[in-house]
């Protein structure tokens, strides 16, 4: 018989065999991409990414243990590009240039978050959900947490930043935890952040005030009569 008289079922079985394996992963990864736009990541299982992929579970299994595998997979490519876009200030920038490199790498920061927002948005709200994700997570962060206290103590020993209180590690976790959060919050529209000029504005801020502008003392608490 001719390919007309075969049924629904039969074609789609024949489209799968033509497919090159290799290509099977990445259209588990795009199916599931595709999912997040409209549905959280705990309301999917892996029979829904089947249907969405149009693969055999058998298939699925092979490339994945299962659908937090398939989410750690897109993490671990969107965050790579973050990695590109810090890249900037995380050089050796002169004094001049690091006002724009900071702007720069967070404007990219919240461009990629936006880009990639449902995959974000799903290890945000799941990392503690599943052991591998969770060191995942903690392992990306970790990541721009080590580059940027390096990028702190390679400018306090050049004197761009002068004041040394503050623990370098301790400083560089707080900033990149908070820009996790900030981020996050633009993904679900929670104003002001989801304006990006002002999420972008006030991280520049914060970074540029907590590494290159001269702070208190530690322990010289600013009274209320003084803000008067």
């Known amino acids: 018989m001719g390919d007309r008289d075969e049924s629904p079922q039969a074609r789609r079985r024949s489209h799968r065999a033509g497919r090159d394996d290799r290509d099977l992963r ?5 199916a599931t991409r595709r999912l997040l736009d409209d549905r959280r990541f705990d ?12 693969v055999s579970r058998g298939s699925f299994y092979f490339y994945f243990a299962g659908k937090h595998q398939v989410l750690a997979e897109l ?22 240039e690091q006002r724009a490199t900071v702007r720069h790498g967070i404007s990219q ?36 947490t080590v580059a940027t206290a390096e990028r702190i103590a390679n400018d306090r020993a050049s004197g761009a930043i002068a004041h040394t209180a503050v623990d370098a590690t301790a400083l560089a976790t ?9 981020y996050y919050l633009a993904t679900i529209d929670v104003a002001p952040f989801d304006d ?17 502008s001269a702070p208190q003392a ?11």
Not at 174 to 182: N, V
Not at 218 to 228: A, C, F, K, N, R
């Open 174 to 182: 707080a900033l990149t935890w908070l820009g996790e959060r900030l």
């Open 109 to 144: 920061g919240a461009k990629l978050w936006r880009d990639e927002a449902p995959v974000l948005r799903a290890i945000v709200e799941n990392w503690r959900s599943d052991p591998d994700l969770s060191a995942l997570w903690l392992q990306l962060m970790n990541g721009y």
């Open 75 to 96: 993490v671990r490519r969107a965050v790579d590009q973050g990695h590109e876009a810090a890249q900037p200030w995380l050089g050796h920038a002169e004094e001049q």
């Open 196 to 212: 990006q000029d002002a999420l972008v504005d006030v991280l520049t801020h914060i970074w540029m005030t907590s590494l290159y």
């Open 26 to 30: 990445q259209v588990i990864l795009d």
């Open 218 to 228: 530690i322990g010289d608490h600013t009274t209320g009569s003084d803000l008067v």
């Open 43 to 54: 309301e999917l299982s892996v029979a829904d990414i089947l249907t969405a992929a149009d």
